[in-house]
């Protein structure tokens, strides 16, 4: 019998699946999955259900509902003060995760080569392969994960198509600075190459630092695409509604991947985010702050254990690294054990990795309720030291 895809066939489930599962059949709680404990806004909730009943459910527009467009360009002029064409320079997707397939996709042609940083997000990988560029992956080392200048120039070439940046950084919680991001726009520029900026964290940032997007920097404008997602700015990962904005001639391609994609995404969550994303500054102040105090708690709790964790600048993430409570085997298998034994889930940090990782730190997710995490550090007082 012939074969599927070699891309696909030598994966497996993945992590966050994985791992969600075994917490659900042994009552663990779940610090593994990014996904906030919490229903999302009330109102952005009674939005969709007032939109589902008095508004289309047939396929909206393949670029995404006006409303929506238009609330994307002026939340990036509001926070960023960027120009954005809603007409020509949006499109809404299904999530970030197909925003990023269509950006791939829509980019890269055999043969392409893709700069990536490790350690990095699970669809990255499977994507550039399938659309059949060459990843060149440029790996950052904790604690501080500073950018290798000379390894990322290194890494570079006349092949380089793009650079696929995550800021905030999944699972790091890394924020690249301005001196950074200038640093790799010089590359872009200087190669002739583009940049999918993963900016699902944005309203994420902690303690006074500020999200930069690339686009923002000097001549960066045509050479970036950004992409945002309301799972994470409205707590609502389940909706998958995500988005892109770019110069139309560097969104053209991806549109036209989109439409073979998806298509479309359902219309009156689009509209309910439109409204999301209107929202005054009191929400996003108020969000970036709870996950700020949720931060606080599990970094504190987890430190109070004799973990040694690594700084969280941004995200729903923190890493600890198992070696510093005496913990001599690898990530996942602490992870597994952690459920089982502790009854708290948590996600090795080494499947964010191509080859040879290191395989002592794991990653916990505070965007979970206070005392969910308060609970959860209990369980770890009582069942870490057996492990
Ligand atoms: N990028 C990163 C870095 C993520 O952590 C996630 C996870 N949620 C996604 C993309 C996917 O986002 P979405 O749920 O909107 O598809
Ligand atoms: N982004 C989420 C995380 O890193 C997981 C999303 C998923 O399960 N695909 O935990």
Request: aromatic share 10%; hydrophobic share 40%.
């Given at each position: ?91 809404v997707t299904s999530g970030a995760t197909e ?289």
């Amino acid at each position: 019998m012939k074969s599927g895809s070699s891309v696909f066939t030598g994966l497996g489930t993945t992590i966050f699946t994985t791992m969600s599962q075994l917490a659900a059949e042994c009552g663990a709680i779940n610090l593994g999955q990014g996904f906030p404990d919490g229903n999302g806004p009330d109102d952005v909730r009674a939005r969709a259900v007032e939109f589902l009943e008095d508004r289309p459910n047939q396929y909206p527009p393949m670029a995404g509902v006006p409303e929506l467009r238009q609330a994307i360009a002026a939340h990036a002029a509001r926070f960023y003060g960027l120009t954005v064409d809603p007409v020509r320079e949006t499109l809404v997707t299904s999530g970030a995760t197909e925003a990023l397939a269509a950006c791939l996709f829509g980019l890269i042609e055999p043969g392409d080569e893709v700069v990536l940083f490790e350690p990095l997000y699970d669809s990255y990988r499977p994507i550039v392969r399938r659309a059949g560029g060459v990843p060149r992956i440029v790996r950052l080392e904790p604690p501080h994960w500073d950018l290798p200048r000379a390894e990322l120039a290194a890494a570079f070439s006349a092949r380089t198509k793009l650079i696929l940046l995550n800021t905030p950084m999944n699972p790091n919680g890394k924020v690249f600075d301005v001196d950074e991001l200038g640093f790799i726009a010089s590359l872009l520029t200087r190669h002739d190459a583009y940049a999918v900026c993963d900016e699902v964290y944005e309203h994420l940032v902690f303690d006074n630092r500020r999200h930069i997007p690339l686009m923002t920097l000097p001549g960066m404008r045509e050479r970036c695409l950004r992409i945002g997602s309301a799972g994470k700015t409205f707590s609502l990962t389940g909706w998958k509604v995500g988005y892109v904005t770019g110069a139309p001639a560097l969104l053209h391609p991806v549109t036209m991947a989109h439409q073979f994609l998806t298509f479309t995404t359902p219309p009156n969550l689009q509209r309910a985010v439109a409204y999301g994303l209107c929202k005054d500054d009191a929400y996003f102040a108020s969000l970036v702050g709870d996950m700020r105090r949720k931060r606080d708690i599990l970094a504190t709790g987890l430190g109070e254990l004799g973990l040694k964790i690594l700084p969280t600048a941004g995200t729903y993430f923190i890493c600890a690294d198992i070696r510093s409570i005496g913990y001599e085997g690898n990530d996942e298998t602490f992870c597994r054990r952690l459920i089982t034994e502790a009854g708290v889930a948590a996600i090795p940090v080494s499947v964010f990795y191509d080859q040879a990782p290191p395989r002592h730190y794991v990653r916990f997710a505070f965007c979970k309720d206070d005392q969910v995490l308060v609970e959860a550090l209990h369980r770890l007082r009582m069942g870490i030291a057996a492990l």
